[in-house]
C-alpha cells in the first residue's frame, strides 16, 4: 500500500519568490500527480508525470523515480499563486490513475 | 466541453437519513471517481468505476455504495448517516490511464 508525505505544511512566500514543495512516497508508481485546490474546494490537475520534468507556465515538476520523490516548483510566485498544493499518486501500482491516495497538501500563501 | 458537474452542490441531512450523490463526467470519460474530503482526513479514495464496472474500492464502511450507468453518469449512496459522513464529496472522471479532472463537490452537512 502506498503513503505519500509531503512538505512543508504550511508556507508563505513574498511575491516573486522561487518555492519549492516536496512528495515522497513509499512503493513504485505509474505516474504521480500534482493538484491544486483553492478556497471554496475545486481541485484542478496541474500535473501527472512518470518521469523527469514538466513544465506549465510558471509550475514546473520534477520526478525522480529511483527515489521515490518528486518536486513541485513555482517561479516568480504570484498572490494568485495562493492555494492549496497536493500530491497524489495511485492506491495499486500498474492499474488506472482513478484511485488515488493523497498527500495531506501544502498551504501556500503569496504576500504582495 | 462541459466540464465535470456534481448535484446538488449543497445537502443537508440528519443522522440516520440516506443520501445519494450524482456526477455527470465529461463526454467521452468512462471513467469516475469518488473521493471524500474532511479537515481530519483530508482527501481520501472512495470508489472507481470504468464501464459500470467497480474497479477499486476504498477503505470505507459497506454504508457508503455507488454505481455507474451506461451513459457514464455516477451515483453514490451514504446510507444510515452519521455526524463523521459531512464531508465535501468529489468527482473526477479521466479517459482510461490519464489524469483526473475534478467536479465541484458536494458539500454535505450531517446534523
Known amino acids: 500500500k502506498n503513503e505519500v508525505e509531503q512538505s512543508p505544511q504550511n508556507l508563505t512566500a513574498q511575491e516573486g519568490e522561487f518555492i519549492t514543495i516536496n512528495c515522497s512516497y513509499s512503493?513504485?508508481?505509474?505516474?504521480l500527480h500534482w493538484l491544486q485546490q483553492h478556497p471554496g474546494g475545486g481541485i484542478v490537475s496541474l500535473f501527472m508525470l512518470s518521469s523527469g520534468k514538466k513544465k506549465h507556465g510558471r509550475l514546473i515538476a520534477t520526478i525522480n523515480i529511483q527515489e521515490k520523490h518528486s518536486s513541485l516548483h513555482i517561479t516568480a510566485s504570484h498572490p494568485r499563486d495562493s492555494a492549496v498544493y497536493i500530491c497524489a499518486v495511485p492506491l495499486n501500482y500498474g492499474g488506472s490513475q482513478g484511485n488515488l491516495i493523497f498527500g495531506k497538501g501544502t498551504k501556500l500563501s503569496v504576500k504582495p | 466541453k462541459a466540464g465535470v458537474t456534481q448535484t446538488p452542490r449543497y445537502l443537508i441531512k440528519t443522522r440516520g437519513q440516506q443520501v445519494t450523490l450524482s456526477c455527470s463526467p465529461i463526454?467521452?470519460?468512462?471513467?469516475v471517481s469518488w473521493y471524500q474530503q474532511t479537515p481530519g482526513q483530508g482527501l481520501q479514495f472512495l470508489f472507481e468505476?470504468?464501464?459500470?464496472?467497480?474497479?477499486n474500492k476504498g477503505n470505507f464502511p459497506g454504508r457508503f455504495s455507488g454505481r455507474q450507468f451506461s451513459n457514464s453518469r455516477s451515483e453514490m449512496n451514504v446510507s444510515t448517516l452519521e455526524l463523521g459522513d459531512s464531508a465535501l464529496y468529489l468527482c473526477?472522471?479521466?479517459?482510461?490511464?490519464?489524469?483526473?479532472?475534478f467536479g465541484p463537490g458536494t458539500r454535505l452537512t450531517v446534523l
Open positions: 463526454s467521452g470519460h468512462r471513467s
Open positions: 512503493v513504485g508508481i505509474s505516474a
Open positions: 473526477a472522471s479521466s479517459l482510461r490511464n490519464n489524469e483526473q479532472f
Open positions: 468505476y470504468f464501464s459500470e464496472t467497480q474497479r
